[in-house]
């Protein structure tokens, strides 16, 4: 059905290295894996199995879980996108972590289901990034512009009353003289 690996950490895993919760969803220990270095595994490249079919209409989404706190959804693969390596941006553990004498601890989990892609958040990452990028880039510019005329009154910073309509006209013409100039901010 599906295989994952961890990027220098481990040898391909098929599905046979989780446990099957039920017919759709799948759970990895990760205390049986790495133990409590689960937040040292950044990063996961999951990927459907020659032969396997998933539905058209339907992704393997994956979902990271710390130590008492809920799952985080982390992206998918679909049949259109077979594999994909996807961030592990894990949780801070929750405040459920008071475990009684004859409790099992708490670990930290990495949970697949079979969902279906139009409930999921996007799935174009690379687009997300370009998008976060420019954002960045952008604010970065503004920022070093307004920096330039600040000045203090105390605790405070003062900056001209028109700094943002000057930045903004300045940020037009530049990108109208150089076409060249915009496309650095989306790299």
């Known amino acids: 059905m599906f295989g994952v690996v961890f990027p ?6 098929d599905i046979t290295s989780f446990s099957q919760i039920d017919t759709f969803h799948w759970i990895l220990d990760m205390n049986t894996f790495v133990g409590e270095a ?11 199995l020659n032969g396997f079919q998933l539905p058209a209409d339907k992704a393997l989404a994956v979902y990271i879980q710390s130590p008492g706190s809920a799952f985080f959804f982390c992206g998918a693969v679909t049949v259109a996108r077979p594999s994909a390596v996807l961030a592990l941006p894990w949780p ?4 459920q ?15 697949v289901s079979v969902e279906d892609l139009a409930t999921l958040p996007s799935l174009d990452v690379t687009a997300e ?5 420019l954002a960045m880039k952008v604010g970065e510019n503004l920022f070093n512009f307004m920096q ?13 009353m ?26």
């Open 8 to 13: 220098n950490r481990s040898f391909p895993m």
């Open 38 to 48: 689960y937040d040292q595994v950044r990063e996961m490249c999951i990927f459907l």
């Open 92 to 95: 801070e553990p929750g405040g």
């Open 97 to 111: 972590l008071q475990l009684t004498a004859d409790a099992a601890p708490l670990s930290a989990k990495i949970g």
């Open 129 to 133: 990034k370009r998008i976060e990028r």
């Open 148 to 160: 330039s005329f600040c000045g203090v009154d105390g605790s405070k910073l003062v900056v001209p």
């Open 162 to 187: 028109d700094i943002l309509d000057r930045w903004f006209k300045k940020f037009q013409e530049r990108a109208k003289r150089d076409p060249e100039y915009l496309k650095g901010f989306a790299l």
